[in-house]
């Protein structure tokens, strides 16, 4: 996988947890020799129902120019307080349309954006920007998670199922793993459910899938430490936000490959739910980079 990522696109507004989105950022374009590029979305003011009040158009306008003034002193004040330099962009429109279209404009290889906190509601109904970036990126999305501390990324978690696309994650696993000198455990989910076993049948079941796990496709050469862990949940994203926060993992990799267009639009993917409840970072890899 060359080239691995060259141009990253920081979507902020400002908020603490997207100046520590920033970091993030930062130590990607450090480790992989990527730059940066700020983005700030403007809400849109359609002025297409006032026609006939001149006045209103002109409020709307001068409230347009007075928030992207500030927008501008808020990059300027923030480069000057970090001592970094990058090119940024103010547009104005629906957040995470206008995220996902100057991904693509500039040709970026990574999007870095901070997940609010969800509510009871919207987590059955999403409707924060970084998941709407989730659903329609072309790119791959590094989800940050608000942690004290400085970002590290030395345990890399890869939560697998055996789907014919998980080689796909794992690639992705390595080439981060090698920039960034970290350990990959790849992780198998045996849901049961709310279902009781025998002990002795539980643990052939887990140590049959186990068995299956380490008889993976070995890289050449491997020189990255890699782990094989099988654990049983009641749900495999339960799981997964479980095991991460248990044993301190720094980063999650995972991917939507294989899910439907209405798996993606509602709060029903393995991805998404572990997204609203993991304290961990996500890198996400979209459908369109699941191809091999």
Known sequence: MTDFVNKILWATDFSDEAHEAFMYADIFAKTFGAEITGL???????????????????????????????AVEKFESFQKAKGVTFEYLIKDGNAAKVIVETAEDQKADLIVIGRKGLSAIERLFIGNVANQVLRHSPIPILITKKKSGKPRFKKILV??????????????????????????????????????????????????????????????????????????????????????????MDLLVISTCGQSKLER?????????????????IFVIPPSHCKR
């Open 40 to 70: 700030h979305v403007l809400p849109g003011f359609s002025t297409e129902h006032y026609q006939s009040a001149i006045i209103v158009i002109d409020e709307l306008k001068k409230r347009t120019e007075h928030m992207m003034n500030v």
């Open 159 to 248: 939560p697998t199922d055996f789907s014919e696309q998980e080689e796909v994650e794992r690639d992705y696993a390595w080439e981060l793993a090698k920039g960034f000198d970290a350990d990959i455990t790849l992780l198998h989910i045996l849901e049961l459910h709310d279902y009781e076993f025998p002990p002795r049948v539980l643990d052939e079941m887990l140590d049959s899938v186990l068995k299956k796990l380490k008889q993976r496709r070995r890289r050449e050469k491997e020189d990255i430490k890699i782990n094989e862990d099988v654990i049983r949940a009641i749900d495999a994203p339960v799981g997964i936000v479980d095991y991460a926060d248990t044993h301190k």
């Open 265 to 281: 639009f509602f709060l029903g993917s393995t991805t998404e739910k572990v997204i609203s409840y993991s304290h961990t970072p």
